[in-house]
């Protein structure tokens, strides 16, 4: 499995992004059509993902440069500023009242800031794996700083997960918790896979968006059933 995914990493990748663009349309899309903020909020995070995956696909061919790695910077903004867009996705997923939904935007707002810090502190360095270079966070990288980040996707994930539980047993909807579950584990199982680490946990975050457009569409259809 290794070597083939060594051997056809720069097509998978290619597929990644057009996956994600793919999912960032229908988000748009679904949002017009509804209104229902969950579509909005999460097309806003594939769009992070979208221009991650984009950057690391065209690494199969720019090989580095100032240019490529300034560009390759707002990969790290845009995860740590989108990613905390995952608690108030929660919060509408609950069906939370407007004084909760202030306060989980004030959470927000607090991790987006320390999202953003931490991105800006990322020291880059380049790594080839089968022919695609990247840009990832280096050993100059401040150490908080890359435990913020890891701190940030982890401590998104979980409450995803538990929140997820609470909206299984709400209203039947399974699929939020399928989010943020397979989100967690396929990087966690990713934490094994070497150099093809970042990888795997793009593969987790196809999934996590998937589950999320399946959570919303079955919640908007009960939503109008109402």
């Known amino acids: 499995m290794k070597n083939f995914l060594l051997n056809n990493l720069s097509t998978l990748l290619w597929v990644i992004t057009a996956v994600h663009l793919g999912f960032m349309v229908i988000l748009l899309k679904k949002f017009k059509d509804s209104k229902y903020k969950i579509f909005l909020l999460a097309a806003i995070i594939t769009f992070g993902l979208f221009y991650d995956a984009l950057f690391i696909s065209l690494g199969a061919f720019i090989k580095g440069g100032s240019v490529?790695?300034?560009?390759?910077?707002?990969?790290?903004?845009?995860?740590?500023?989108?990613?905390?867009?995952?608690?108030?996705?929660?919060?509408?997923?609950?069906?939370?009242?407007?004084?909760?939904?202030?306060?989980?935007?004030?959470?927000?707002?607090?991790?987006?800031?320390?999202?953003?810090?931490?991105?800006?502190?990322?020291?880059?360095?380049?790594?080839?794996?089968?022919?695609?270079?990247?840009?990832?966070?280096?050993?100059?990288?401040?150490?908080?700083?890359?435990?913020?980040?890891?701190?940030?996707?982890?401590?998104?994930?979980?409450?995803?997960?538990?929140?997820?539980?609470?909206?299984?047993?709400?209203?039947?909807?399974?699929?939020?918790?399928?989010?943020g579950f397979f989100m967690f584990a396929i990087s966690a199982a990713g934490a094994s896979a070497g150099e093809l680490m970042f990888f795997t946990s793009m593969f987790g975050e196809v999934l996590m968006i998937l589950f999320m457009i399946l959570f919303g569409d079955k919640d908007l259809k009960k939503l109008k059933a109402e």
Request: hydrophobic content about 50%; charged content about 20%; overall charge positive.
């Open 68 to 179: 490529f790695k300034g560009l390759s910077q707002l990969r790290f903004v845009f995860h740590g500023v989108f990613i905390p867009l995952l608690f108030p996705i929660c919060a509408e997923a609950l069906g939370a009242k407007d004084k909760t939904k202030k306060i989980v935007w004030g959470i927000t707002a607090f991790f987006i800031a320390f999202g953003l810090a931490e991105s800006f502190c990322t020291v880059l360095d380049g790594e080839t794996v089968a022919n695609v270079f990247r840009y990832k966070a280096g050993d100059l990288t401040p150490k908080w700083a890359t435990v913020g980040s890891l701190a940030l996707s982890i401590g998104s994930d979980i409450p995803l997960m538990v929140c997820g539980l609470i909206a299984l047993k709400k209203k039947k909807n399974p699929f939020l918790f399928l989010s």
